[in-house]
């Protein structure tokens, strides 16, 4: 009896380290797939804030070429807050009469960043009455 007693308290304690050996790999791949699933999160959100300040920058080139149609001396405007982030305009004519240089800056919030920031260059050239004559996309930049 004392024999078997032994062998079962052996299974028992194998059992147990068996046990304990299995709810280690658990928590380890647990572990190692929540902050998996936290970086995802965080590249969507960072992602979403580039998105955000580039529809911005968008923004700032229409709000420009509109205010151009209207006031050809229109040079620009700092940090027109608009949805949740912001845009900057800066308008510099060329030498040419109706051609203007046009640089428009968004921010856009991302939740785990400051913020995100995207830059638009363009040319633009108007004619007399106010249309459009050409709008030519130099750079764009996003950080």
Do not use: C
Not at 5 to 20: C, D, H, P
Not at 93 to 104: F, I, K, Q, W
Request: hydrophobic share 40%; glycine share 6%; no cysteine.
């Amino acid at each position: 009896m004392i024999t078997r007693t032994k062998n079962t308290s052996r299974q028992q304690g194998f059992a147990l380290v068996i046990a304990l050996v299995y709810l280690l790999f658990l928590s380890m791949f647990s572990t190692a797939f929540l902050r998996a699933v936290r970086m995802n999160m965080t590249d969507a959100f960072n992602d979403e804030a580039r998105i955000e300040a580039t529809n911005l920058a968008r923004a700032g080139i229409e709000k420009a070429v509109a205010e151009l149609r209207e006031n050809r001396e229109y040079r620009g405007e700092e940090h027109t807050p608009l949805g949740g982030g912001s845009f900057t305009i800066e308008a510099k004519a060329l030498d040419e009469p109706g051609r203007y240089r046009v640089v428009s800056q968004g921010r856009g919030e991302a939740p785990l960043r400051r913020y995100a920031h995207a830059r638009i260059i363009v040319e633009l050239a108007l004619n007399p009455d106010g249309t459009l004559a050409a709008l030519h996309q130099r750079e764009i930049h996003r950080w």
